[in-house]
């Protein structure tokens, strides 16, 4: 580790570890993260992992968080009908929220030494700064064979800082859930964040879906470690529609044959936005297959999306495909992706790809053409390029409440 | 109806003409077919009639029940009863079609101050002429044209003139890609959309599909100018004798 003294630190570090120390309570672990924070700070520019979302810079040019804490998460509807709600570090009323979820608070959050991310440092940023900033988790464990028929919706409590979670869920064998990980808008100026881990047994089928709405100047971290087994199928829907800084990682690996991993995800952007997804997929052992498809419309703003496919050695018959597509609709606005294959198996079928491009001008004339008025015609055009990546789903619920969310947001930025 | 006068029209943004001095006069309840040999500017006349963008008119007017419509843009001309079925109907992925058809509908009556139709007026109106035109509802729960056969797409365009009821309708080589069964449906549909209040300018290149929708006028258009003007007999002289004959008098 390189030795940098204290007085070389950016605003943007300073604040940040002046709003950890602020939330600090004496733990032990949050000591230790906070102190790595203030001896290696946040990477800069040179860390591959985060070359296009330079946090020392970006967080800096945001206000400090104000005294509100926002509106305390209990006051949300549930993104789904009928859910469940965790609030993340707290003791539920029962251990029992629904027939076969066991919900416990733990202490410790994720180990920011494992590497989940090759191209970072050699501790992990987000779970760094999840930790310092005094984050509070739950166990939640899904029994063997059970089908959980009401969604879970995992919130962070508020606090000064804006909220901060992390998770372990462990899906039972053959078990089935649904999960959404609100992240909603607190106060200005807040940072937010949270660490997932998603342990996915043999047979088992979750679907977990990211709503982030953040305010216009929050900044939001958030991290997802999924492992499959045996014919586990993973499926996750990631929703940026808010937030003034944005950072969502994914890291998956197959650890089972037969896996399966699904992502979809629409990143919506408008002026002052900065949304980074960073994902990587590891396919581990043969037999396994990931497909993920995000869709970016850009009104301004600038986007990334840094996808990896990984295939081990020996992990043959990987079939794993990337895509990344995004519509410009200004020219204030950029969109930065990187797909990426790493492959050190020979049978495999791996692709990816990333398209950038305006509205199709022959489809806007012809709905204009059927007495579609111009700006009616396009926000179906937006719509529809979204739309077919939330139709995927296949989940009802989770389509009307997504389609929702997107024409609210489409409406209110056009 | 329909009135070009001397109309010029480039490719936006370049020194290409395509039309150089058009005139055309269509009356009201007249079916007016355009013919010409390929590069002449058929499409072009019909995108430029409907709107598109992509062409600039350099000279001369297109008057529309006696107004210029050079200023609207496509979707006010469509409003206002100007219908463009086309001759490779688009694709549009993620689009419902039922929710375009209602939506187009909605905008039109809206423009025109009318109220919009209730979820089973329109449901209503659209199992009607889906059946004249032989074309399953399953057909139409897809998006917007995807999937469809030729055959399926032109249909489509002839539903949603059904639908829309427009004022002029300018049918630009709908015959094109057309087996012999589907092509009587679709005259069918056009046949039974006639009226004295509604005008047609049927582009074609073939003679074949004017055996089903039979033209008042026919018109043979070069080098962007009408070159001659005759009565169905002339559309079956072309037939015989192929354009050549017509343009060597003509030049």
């Known amino acids: ?414 | 109806m329909l009135e070009i006068k001397n109309l010029h029209a480039r490719v936006a943004d370049t020194e290409i003409e395509i039309l150089r001095g058009l005139d055309l006069t269509v009356q009201d309840g007249e079916i007016a077919a355009i013919m010409g040999p390929n590069g002449s500017g058929k499409s072009t006349l019909s995108y430029i009639i409907a709107g598109r963008e992509d062409y600039e008119v350099t000279a001369g007017d297109i008057l529309y029940n006696g107004e210029s419509i050079l200023e609207m843009d496509a979707a006010e001309r469509a409003a206002s009863g100007v219908f463009l079925a086309f001759q490779y109907p688009l694709e549009i992925p993620g689009v419902a079609t039922m929710t375009f058809l209602k939506t187009a509908l909605n905008s039109q009556r809206k423009a025109r101050g009318e109220g919009e139709l209730t979820t089973p007026d329109f449901l209503r109106r659209v199992k009607a002429s889906a059946a004249d035109l032989k074309i399953d509802m399953a057909m139409l729960k897809r998006p917007l044209n995807v999937g469809f056969s030729g055959g399926e797409k032109k249909r489509a365009e002839i539903l949603q003139m059904a639908l829309l009821e427009p004022k002029l309708c300018v049918l630009d080589e709908t015959d094109s890609g057309l087996d012999i069964d589907a092509l009587k449906i679709v005259a069918d549909g056009v046949n039974a959309l006639r009226s004295s209040e509604r005008s047609f300018l049927v582009i074609t290149h073939y003679q074949r599909l004017l055996d089903y929708i039979v033209p008042d006028t026919v018109h043979v258009l070069y080098k962007g100018r009408i070159i001659r003007t005759g009565t169905k007999d002339l559309a079956l002289q072309l037939e015989n004798e192929g354009y050549a004959q017509i343009i060597g008098e003509a030049a």
């Open chain 1, 1 to 414: 580790m390189s030795v940098t003294t204290p007085a070389s630190r950016t605003a943007a570090e300073t604040g940040l570890i002046g709003r950890a120390e602020a939330t600090h309570a004496g733990g032990e672990r949050q000591r230790e993260a906070i102190e790595l924070l203030r001896a290696e700070g946040l990477p800069s520019r040179r860390v591959e992992a985060w070359h296009y979302t330079d946090l020392r810079a970006l967080l800096g040019r945001r206000p400090e968080a104000g005294s509100d804490a926002g509106t305390p998460a209990t006051y949300l509807t549930p993104f789904l009908p009928n859910s469940v709600i965790v609030d993340l570090g707290s003791a539920p009323a029962g251990n029992d929220p629904a027939a076969g979820v066991e919900v416990l608070p733990i202490e410790d959050s994720l180990d920011w030494r494992e590497r989940v991310n090759h191209l970072d440092r050699a501790f992990d940023t987000l779970r760094v700064v999840n930790a310092a900033l005094g984050a509070r988790g739950s166990a939640i464990s899904i029994a063997d064979g059970a089908t959980v028929e009401q969604p879970i919706e995992l919130r962070a409590q508020p606090d000064a800082s804006g909220g901060q979670g992390f998770s372990s869920v462990t899906l039972g064998e053959r078990s089935r859930a649904v999960i959404v990980e609100r992240q909603p808008a607190s106060s200005a100026g807040a940072l937010s964040s949270a660490v997932h881990q998603l342990d996915l047994g043999s047979g088992s089928d979750v679907l977990w879906i990211v709503v982030q709405e953040k305010g216009a100047v929050e900044t939001h971290l958030g991290q997802l470690n999924v492992t499959l087994r045996d014919d586990a199928k993973f499926r996750l829907f990631v929703l940026n529609a808010g937030g003034a800084i944005i950072r969502q990682e994914v890291h998956a690996q197959t650890v089972g044959e037969g896996a399966d991993i699904q992502i979809r995800g629409v990143n919506l952007l408008q002026a002052g936005q900065h949304i980074d997804v960073t994902t990587t997929l590891n396919h581990n052992v043969a037999h396994t297959t990931s497909t993920e498809i995000f869709r970016n419309v850009v009104l301004g703003g600038s986007g990334v999306f840094q996808g990896m496919i990984r295939v081990a050695k020996g992990a043959q018959k990987t079939d794993a495909r990337l895509a990344c597509n995004t519509l410009l609709l200004s020219d204030e606005g950029d969109f930065s992706a990187k797909p990426e294959l790493e492959i050190f198996a020979d049978d495999v079928q791996c692709g990816h790809g990333a398209t950038a491009g305006e509205i199709n001008a022959d489809h806007l004339f012809y709905l204009m053409s059927r007495g579609i008025p111009e700006p009616l015609a396009r926000a179906l055009l937006v719509k529809a390029f979204v739309g077919e990546v939330v139709e995927e789903l296949e989940y009802e619920p989770a389509i009307e409440a997504l389609e929702a969310r997107i024409d609210a947001w489409l409406a209110a930025a056009h």
